[in-house]
């Protein structure tokens, strides 16, 4: 029942910003981390930003500088703000979620989005 719904992807310009927005709903009773992976074309899947419940903010060192990962605990969301976009950053992003449920009180899962397509020409 829990779902992760990804938004905010698209086709920009070299040097151009996008805002991914990822919202988890369903019978959610924490989320430990949240975080963005991205899966370019013969590439494995690469961690971009995470953010726990509380901590530090990690980066993909190619990223850092450029993007900023950021949680709406209310809400359930987070937010990768993409910013000097480079064709490099062309990849299906994931959204990503450690989450413990309504009724299972021991229990941590993963759970997915479906991703959404970035894609950055030159």
């Known amino acids: 029942q829990v779902q992760l719904v990804e938004s905010g992807g698209g086709l920009v310009q070299a040097g151009g910003s996008l805002r991914l927005s990822c919202a988890a709903s369903?019978?959610?009773?924490?989320?430990?981390?949240m975080a963005w992976y991205r899966e370019a074309p013969g590439k494995q899947r690469e961690l971009v930003a995470g953010?726990?419940?509380?901590?530090?903010?990690n980066y993909l060192d190619s990223v850092k500088g450029r993007f900023t990962i950021s949680r709406d605990n209310a809400r359930n969301t987070v937010n990768l703000q993409m910013n000097s976009l480079k064709p490099e950053d062309t990849a299906v992003y994931y959204c990503?979620?450690?989450?413990?449920?309504?009724?299972?009180?021991?229990?941590?899962?993963?759970?997915w989005g479906r991703g959404t397509q970035v894609t950055v020409s030159s």
């Open positions: 953010i726990p419940s509380g901590g530090s903010t």
């Open positions: 369903g019978s959610i009773a924490s989320i430990s981390r």
């Open positions: 990503n979620a450690d989450l413990s449920l309504v009724g299972i009180p021991r229990g941590t899962f993963r759970y």
